[in-house]
């Protein structure tokens, strides 16, 4: 494969030259060279290295017998999914509710300002009643949840679960044609799956990287989550405290297995069409496990991760906030801009199961998905101010009045689990790949499924009058 | 204003140093703490992104020791240098080119002989190596006792124990890459010695690859080993920066600046 | 010689094997090669998924898991 200008490289002379020294040895040069360096190696490991062989097998090989086995493997990491969900969610709670209080108590402060300067009726509401209301919720729905899930999911991966993870649900994902190490970037896809995308790095083939960034987005991050555990305890869950928690656990568990089952399909069915190819060789090191330094975790997971999603979330949610109180204010006829944009994609949206006004706020939201109940419920209420987030039962209440059956309560997390990537994923994807076309494959097939998937419950759920 | 080639170099990785720093690559396999140590030496003071023109993490950070300013490159986690992955690519081009002042090498002390494979392979290109043993409060759990002055002996590097997580030993290995790259201690580290077909092979190929002159840019046992395993890519690289070298020489002969590489 | 060769990927739990014969190739090659998987590297397979595959390996001190497709072009005898 000598190019003309390779041959006036002197290089390249020699490396030709080179070819009857490669021939003429019976095992390739490169493989000599690997072997000679590891038996050197293993000659000096020899002499500096004592072990002390105990027959006693240790801790750690005594866990990986359970992690990995046949019986405990799948149901582990099924239990360990849920609980990390249900310690969020019910340590969530508290903290949640004390951060709203001293967040909109302290609006009224503001507003008591406002009307000491006497400033205008429109400037309180794009400022107080729009943006800093948005901020209130976002920051007080966000952040505990992230807070008690960031540190947990670190300490999984510090412990070196996450490998064993991979290395479990391989098997699936090679009849996927796909990489078990996609598994890894899904994982990330929970924290954020702009994060999520950017970690496929670790996948070789190219192929299958493709595969694992077009299908990351159905992991839901935890911009959505919020939203999906909100849903949850409000609709699916009885109000016992103490049960309500654990079955919006087991409820947002289920959702992620669907987002799970959903990705398996479509990196089939990707695999098996536009990336068509074999799935490629898999070495996965498992590393030992290692005890997690918790002062190490918590730095990690609240610099790095909680104060990073969260700032995002903030720099996006005070314009969104500003921006959605002046649609819901200005008025074309009798009806506020809001109520026009809805009422356009009313007609879609029931066919789907959902409002115009839900839909409405998943458009609205394609910055970032933590914005999506801000907006909704801003939008409902007449007057396009965000309510006093109390407790779930007024957000219930607010729901109900708004025309919610437990249909729209589905669909609604339906569609928040499978439709297209925030802004920041997309961009995320363009970067990776480089390309238009996929960033946009990458938009398109979420939303189709997504539409897909709630018109099928929707009109099945019509049909059968069943709501 | 003309700056000196290293620097020129470096710049080619997106390494941009300030003042009199110091530049220090961190190579190690994946899993075996690299960027604890990375974490711990530079804490706050770190700044991400990707390598140029590739979607490869690429991490920095500084630190200073006794009134010096350090650059520490973290490299991606790799098993080897011989370049089948972008990853490995990149560990290798800035170690052979970046001219780092010096390359610590971390190794997982549990598992001594693969991870001492990376740091053969560095021992070859450069001889400005520190090799930090981590992970040695694992490797005390698992009953493992290592003589660490017989280690040194054998490779002819500073040897750093530490465990990372913990602090310790991080001081040492401050003070070694100090003594390195600050004091110009250079080590002189001992090369693998190949099977006799190998060693024989390198022996024909090594007249022809020391007439080219390229021994500033790249060691000739490394490149006639790239020749015998024929990794065409490598050999392309070399061509290439080499030419960028000699461009570089001839811009500043034309400034009238003397200068030594 | 003596002994037979045959695929790693019929190794049992706990049974331990020595490398004979690499058939890998390509980058997969490469991959084991830097494991440190080479012509005389003992190998002890420690585990498998709860589906049969992939197949954990001790090699060197650390675990390597390979699929069993790959597995079975690494040729090993019984030690």
């Given amino acids: 494969m000598t190019t003309l200008n390779n041959k006036m490289d002197p290089l390249m002379k020699i490396h030709s030259e080179t070819e009857h020294i490669r021939l003429a040895s019976g095992t390739p040069i490169a493989d000599r060279v690997v072997s000679d360096i590891f038996s050197y190696t293993e000659k000096i490991v020899q002499k500096v290295v004592i072990r002390e062989v105990s027959g006693q097998k240790s801790w750690k090989d005594k866990i990986d017998q359970i992690v990995i086995s046949r019986v405990f493997g799948y149901p582990l990491m099924l239990l360990l999914l849920g609980a990390v969900f249900w310690i969020t969610i019910a340590g969530a709670n508290i903290p949640s509710q004390m951060i709203a209080a001293v967040l909109f108590a302290f609006q009224d402060i503001l507003t008591h300002w406002f009307e000491v300067v006497q400033a205008p009726a429109w400037l309180h509401g794009v400022l107080v009643l729009g943006m800093y209301r948005t901020l209130a919720w976002v920051i007080a729905v966000m952040l505990p949840p992230m807070a008690i899930f960031f540190p947990l999911f670190t300490i999984l991966e510090d412990l070196g679960y996450l490998p064993r993870v991979a290395f479990n649900l391989d098997n699936m994902f090679k009849k996927a044609k796909a990489c078990g190490k996609q598994c890894l970037t899904m994982c990330m896809g929970f924290g954020c799956n702009a994060a999520g995308v950017v970690s496929t790095r670790i996948i070789d083939s190219p192929r299958e990287r493709l595969i694992a960034i077009l299908t990351n987005n159905f992991v839901p991050c935890n911009g959505r989550f919020p939203t999906l555990i909100a849903i949850a305890s409000i609709f699916m869950a009885s109000s016992l405290v103490f049960s309500q928690s654990l079955q919006a656990a087991g409820i947002i568990t289920l959702i992620v297995l669907l987002g799970v089952a959903v990705t398996f399909v479509v990196s089939w069915i990707l695999s098996s069409t536009i990336l068509k190819g074999e799935p490629s060789s898999f070495v996965l090191e498992l590393p030992p496990y290692r005890k997690p330094k918790f002062g190490a975790v918590l730095y990690r997971s609240i610099i790095d991760r909680t104060l990073f999603v969260l700032r995002r979330a903030i720099v996006i949610a005070a314009p969104a906030g500003a921006i959605t109180w002046i649609m819901a204010n200005v008025y074309i006829g009798d009806l506020s801009v809001i109520a026009y944009i809805a009422g356009a994609l009313n007609p879609l949206a029931k066919a789907i199961g959902l409002d115009g006004f839900i839909l409405m706020a998943f458009i609205l939201g394609l910055p970032a998905n933590e914005i999506v109940v801000p907006i909704l419920l801003m939008s409902y209420l007449a007057t396009g101010q965000l309510t006093e987030f109390g407790s779930l039962l007024e957000l219930k209440e607010i729901l109900i009045a708004n025309g919610w059956t437990w249909l729209t309560a589905f669909n609604t997390m339906l569609f928040a689990l499978l439709h297209w990537p925030c802004a920041t994923t997309l961009l995320s994807m363009y970067k990776e790949t480089g390309s238009k076309k996929w960033t946009f494959v990458g938009f398109i097939i979420p939303t189709v499924i997504a539409f897909a998937v709630c018109f099928i419950v929707a009109q099945t759920v019509y049909f059968f009058g069943l709501a | 204003m003309l700056q000196a080639p290293g620097r020129i170099m470096r710049e080619h990785f997106g390494i941009k140093t300030s003042g009199e720093q110091y530049v220090i690559a961190l190579a190690g396999n994946p899993n075996v703490g690299k960027s604890t140590v990375f974490n711990t030496l530079t804490g706050l003071h770190q700044h991400t992104g990707n390598w140029p023109g590739k979607t490869v993490d690429n991490a920095q950070g500084k630190y200073s020791y006794k009134d010096k300013s350090f650059l520490l490159v973290d490299l991606p986690g790799t098993y080897s240098l011989l370049a089948h992955t972008v990853e490995e690519e990149i560990a290798r081009d800035f170690i052979c080119f970046g001219q780092p002042d010096a390359t610590i090498v971390v190794l997982d002390a549990t598992s001594l002989e693969r991870n001492l494979n990376l740091a053969m392979q560095v021992m070859e290109i450069t001889s400005n190596v520190i090799i930090c043993v981590n992970l040695i409060d694992e490797a005390r759990k698992k009953k493992l006792k290592i003589d660490f002055k017989e280690l040194e002996k054998e490779l002819g590097v500073p040897i750093i124990p530490t465990a990372a997580r913990n602090g310790e030993g991080l001081k040492e290995l401050q003070k070694a890459v100090y003594t390195m790259a600050v004091e110009k201690v250079i080590a002189s580290p001992k090369q693998v010695v190949y099977s006799e077909e190998v060693e024989k092979a390198i022996k024909i190929l090594m007249p022809k690859v020391e007439a080219l002159g390229l021994a500033r840019i790249v060691n000739p046992k490394w490149l006639a080993l790239r020749l015998l395993d024929s990794d065409v890519s490598f050999i392309k690289t070399i061509s290439r920066y080499a030419t960028t070298q000699t461009q570089q020489m001839v811009a500043h002969k034309e400034q009238g600046r003397e200068f030594t590489l | ?79």
């Fill in chain 3, 1 to 79: 010689m003596g002994k037979l060769s045959i695929p790693l990927s019929t190794l049992k739990l706990g049974q331990t094997s020595s490398v004979v014969h690499l058939e890998v190739k390509g980058l997969l090659r490469r991959r084991i090669l830097d494991m440190g998987i080479v012509p005389g590297t003992i190998l002890t397979c420690i585990g498998r998924a709860p589906a049969g595959d992939p197949i954990a390996y001790l090699v060197r001190d650390t675990v390597i898991a390979l699929r069993s497709e790959d597995a079975r072009l690494i040729n090993v005898e019984q030690v």
